[in-house]
């Protein structure tokens, strides 16, 4: 049965860096068969693509974000990470990992919210 | 990268069916067949029923079904049922490994 649970600090500073892991039970991090990604949804708002990280270790991340988006796997807990840096309140959001599937994020977390406040 | 443009809410009674509208442009939806729709049942994790404009995964129900015509794609929801109340996102590649999302449709079942 496949699982992701994202975990990580509810709570993160302006300006600072916000880090999430998101823990696969199910699968191996480490399969070529599968990429890994994140997703957020703003408070009262739609999704928004944050980024991929793909099994040849290409990543890539919404132009939005400008260069502020790091992923990385660990294959020793297999689990995937998330760092945004210079974050603001904007950056407010329930945030997602998934499991990518050739081009389709067949299976997500349930999601952990991040709130950006001083 | 601008968000998907789908309606805000619709609603519709058991049995009968809707279909949702996802309008993109020639940068994503009318270029690639990349179009995925989730559904999404608040507090729970997003659930994946189209991908690639028209398949379904092997455990969703054949009441929902996925088309695409130009920069427009669709997700049609037949026979409703009171658990197909949720908020549903479609998906489209656009192009170097990007992907950008709808902006949401709440669909209620009266």
């Known amino acids: 049965q496949l699982h992701l649970q994202e975990s990580g600090p509810g709570l993160a500073k302006p300006s600072e860096t916000l880090s999430l892991t998101c823990t696969v039970s199910g699968a191996s991090i480490s399969s070529i068969t599968y990429s890994w990604g994140w997703i957020r949804q703003p408070p009262g708002k739609g999704l928004e693509w944050i980024g991929s990280?793909?099994?040849?270790?290409?990543?890539y991340s919404n132009p939005s974000l400008k260069g502020r988006v790091t992923i990385s796997l660990d294959t020793s807990k297999n689990h995937f990470s998330l760092k945004l840096t210079s974050v603001t309140a904007a950056d407010t959001a329930v945030y997602y990992c998934?499991?990518?599937?050739?081009?389709?994020?067949?299976?997500w977390g349930q999601g952990t919210l991040v709130t950006v406040s001083s | 990268q601008s968000a998907l443009t789908q309606p805000a809410s619709m609603s519709g009674s058991p049995g009968q069916s809707i279909t949702i509208s996802c309008t993109g442009t020639?940068?994503?939806?009318?270029?690639?067949?990349?179009v995925s729709w989730y559904q999404h049942h608040p507090g729970k994790a997003p659930k994946l029923i189209i991908y690639e404009v028209t398949r379904r995964p092997s455990a969703i129900s054949n009441r929902f079904s996925g088309s695409k015509s130009g920069n427009t794609a669709s997700l049609t929801i037949s026979g409703l049922q009171a658990e197909d109340e949720a908020d549903y996102y479609c998906?489209?590649?656009?192009?170097?490994?990007?992907?950008?999302f709808g902006t949401g449709t709440k669909v209620t079942v009266l």
């Open positions: 020639s940068s994503d939806v009318g270029t690639y067949n990349l």
């Open positions: 998906c489209s590649g656009a192009g170097s490994s990007t992907y950008v």
């Open positions: 998934a499991l990518i599937s050739g081009t389709t994020f067949d299976y």
């Open positions: 990280l793909y099994f040849s270790g290409s990543t």
